[in-house]
């Protein structure tokens, strides 16, 4: 199973790219903790995850396909 990654702001920074397929994740947190092992620093940074433009607060099941995006702290107005 494949899973988009579009990366935005200054995580592009940590990965050095905007976008990265991962392979063989179930879950949000199993694709969390994937990142980290691939991009040390992703640890520490803040960041929102959403699965098919919806923004997810809780672990979330993935289906193949799926796009992700990882989105930095923003504010609104």
Known sequence: MQINVIIFGQI??????SAI???????TN??????A???PA??????AIAVD???VKE???????NT???LPPFSGG
């Open 42 to 47: 992703l640890k520490s940074a803040k960041y």
């Open 30 to 35: 199993q694709l969390v903790e994937r990142l």
């Open 21 to 27: 397929a991962v392979e063989d994740v179930t879950d």
């Open 37 to 39: 092992t691939a991009y």
């Open 59 to 65: 672990n979330t099941v993935l289906s193949n396909n």
């Open 12 to 17: 592009v920074d940590i990965t050095g790219t």
């Open 68 to 70: 992700i995006a990882l």
């Open 53 to 55: 433009k919806k923004i």
